[in-house]
Structure formats: C-alpha cells, structure tokens
C-alpha cells in the first residue's frame, strides 16, 4: 500500500511540475528561429550585441507586451511588413517585457508564433532593463551602419504602434530598400497570427500585481 502511495504521489508531483513549467516556463520561438533569450544584468549585452552584428542590416527594434492587445495586433502587422519585403535584408528584434498585471509569464508559444519570419530574434525582459536604460521604444527602424555604443543609436524612424502606423512604416521601408524587394501590401492580417490571445491556454493568476 504504502509502495502504491509513494508511486501515486510521484506521478501526482511528474504533473504538478510539468504544469507549473507550462503556466511559468517560456514558450517556444518559431521554426528557424534562435530560442526565446531572456535578458538580466549580466547578458543585456547580447542584446546589443546581435544589433551590432547586424549592423549591414537595416533593423527593426520593438518592445511589445505578451497579453496587451494592442501590441499581438502590432506583433502580427510586423509580421505582414516582413512578409512583403520578403529576403530585403532586415532584422527584426522584438522584446516583450511585463506591462500589464497579466504578463507574469514569458510569451507563450502562440504569441511569439506572431512573428514567424526567420529573420527575427525574440526576447523577454522580464526586469525591462531595456525600458529603463532607453524609454519606451515601441517601434524602432534603424538605419545600415547604425550602431549601438553605450546608448542606443538614433532610429531613422519612430512609431507608436506597427498595427496603427504600418503605412508609415512601409513608406519608409521603400525609401531604404529597392522596389523589387517588396510584395504588395498585404489586404489582412496572414492566416497563421492568432486572432485573439483569449484563446491562449495560460490564464492570468488572480494574486498578480501590476508591474508597472
């Protein structure tokens, strides 16, 4: 009996860990992407690092939050941008960090599934240590040849939101790269973002605190 027990309660212990690993742990970037880096005071510099070793690149920065609605739908209008310049040399660089009481936890798989293009690199800033140093980023585009010493160097562009400036941003895409590079504007979002983060399987713990 007492054998039976003690299986029991390992079998019990193998999925209570497997679930706190699934609610806490982060998801998985997609196919052909480097795995999800979360950053702390002691590797912010790899950061800075694969911006600069992109620096013949013309590079997207974006720092959005894992639930906030606003920023799966300017996730997912960054993925139309990068599908209609289709092999342009770009580098997308997208930070979520905590901005609402809900993002207590690293994106999920589906959310960084938003951005599946291969050039794209996908972080959590759990600390936004990037925040603090820089101010709020939202949508930076970034020039060839920028790079990025103690400060990060001046965008070529701005916006608050790629789902609420995408003309904007496209336009100035254009100006820096050749017309042949580009593919039609896309007429919706692609097939494979996610409409709503509602449908993700993580729920939002009641205990949470708001972060900001």
Request: aromatic fraction near 8%; charge should be positive; avoid cysteine.
């Amino acid at each position: 009996m007492k054998k039976l027990l003690a299986v029991w309660g390992f079998v019990m212990l193998s999925i209570l860990g497997a679930s706190i690993w699934y609610l806490f742990g982060p998801g998985t970037a997609p196919e052909g992407q480097p795995p999800l880096l979360s950053l702390a005071p002691n590797n912010l510099s790899r950061l800075q690092n694969d911006f600069n070793a992109a620096s013949e690149k013309i590079r997207i920065v974006a720092v959005l939050s894992p639930t906030r609605l606003e920023s799966l739908h300017a996730a997912s209008a960054l993925q139309i941008l990068l599908t209609e310049f289709e092999g342009a040399p770009i580098f997308a660089q997208i930070i979520w960090e905590p901005q609402l009481d809900s993002d207590w936890a690293p994106p999920a798989t589906e959310v960084m599934a938003r951005v599946w293009d291969t050039r794209t690199k996908q972080y959590w800033d759990k600390g936004r240590l990037v925040s603090s140093k820089s101010g709020p980023l939202h949508f930076r585009i970034y020039t060839r040849g920028a790079v990025w010493h103690d400060e990060m160097p001046p965008p070529g562009l701005t916006a608050d939101s790629a789902s609420a400036s995408i003309d904007s941003l496209r336009t100035y895409l254009l100006s820096l790269l050749p017309a042949k590079t580009a593919r039609p504007p896309a007429i919706s979002l692609p097939t494979r973002a996610i409409e709503s983060y509602s449908q993700s399987r993580r729920p939002t713990p009641h205990s949470a605190h708001s972060r900001n």
